[in-house]
């Protein structure tokens, strides 16, 4: 009954959306979800959607220099908070919980039954994270380190990329031999066949929220409110699920 609803709801406040695309800006570790969400909810609603992915922090100061996204998903709660203490955002709204892998390339050797123990392996040169300044999972990656009494052991060996997308890309290319990435690109690949993972414990790291917010300057609210209604819906649920998202903490 509630999935009726929200169907409903997206059909209805699709029909009152303006001409202009629905502009998203959202954590490069739901990228690969959201482009099956957004097909999804394009076909349904109508609405046509730009979707910009990157480092959450990246997107969050290109939307105080005023770049005009509709909507922001942040891989974490606190850059949405800070907009919303700002002024330039109201309701958070939690939409996802994510969770860190170690990530490597098929041909790898490296046995990840170890798992973050493998790390210590002399065969690991390199060691892909993401930017723990910018990027929450970065800072989630720096945090499973230190719990594990990793951090000084294999400072010399990280390897940083802006983003989870880019670090994921480090190791893809070689530069990397393993990395520490988001579940939801070391799923995506798996289901291309292209490489191996293990899970991370998620007691190693503070609990993945990822939370969304309007902003205020938004000229599309009513899409906007369209987008986070389908996202709640069965169709939209499965397809977080199947890249390794959950809507609450396991």
């Known amino acids: 009954m509630l999935a009726n609803r929200l169907v409903i ?39 046509k959607v730009d979707l910009t992915t990157g480092a959450s922090g990246s997107l969050f100061d290109q939307i105080q220099k005023g770049t005009p996204y509709d909507l922001f998903f942040s891989s974490d709660r606190e850059y949405p908070k800070r907009l919303q203490g700002a002024g330039l955002a109201d309701t958070l709204i939690p939409y996802a919980y994510g969770g860190l892998v170690l990530w490597v390339r098929n041909e790898s050797k490296l046995d990840l039954t170890r798992g973050i123990d493998v790390l210590l392996d002399p065969a690991v040169r390199k060691i892909a994270i993401a930017d723990p300044v910018h990027a929450p999972y970065g800072q989630a990656a720096m945090s499973a380190l230190k719990h594990f009494g990793l951090a000084d052991k294999v400072k010399a060996k990280l390897l940083v990329g802006g983003n989870t997308e880019q670090t ?12 520490i990435t988001a579940m939801s690109f070391a799923v995506s690949l798996a289901l291309k066949g292209e490489g191996r993972f293990v899970e991370i414990p998620q007691d190693a790291y503070p609990r993945m929220e990822q939370t969304a ?5 938004s000229k599309q609210q009513a899409s906007a409110k369209a987008f986070l209604a389908y996202l709640k ?6 397809v977080m699920q199947r890249y390794g998202f959950h809507s609450d903490k396991k």
């Open 9 to 47: 709801l997206v059909l209805c406040l699709a029909c009152f959306a303006q001409a202009q695309k629905l502009s998203i800006a959202a954590a490069s570790n739901v990228g690969p979800a959201f482009k099956d969400v957004i097909a999804g909810f394009e076909k349904q609603s109508g609405v």
């Open 168 to 179: 994921t890309q480090l190791i893809q290319s070689g530069r990397g031999d393993i990395g």
């Open 213 to 217: 917010v309007i902003l205020k300057s």
């Open 233 to 238: 819906t069965p169709a939209a649920i499965a």
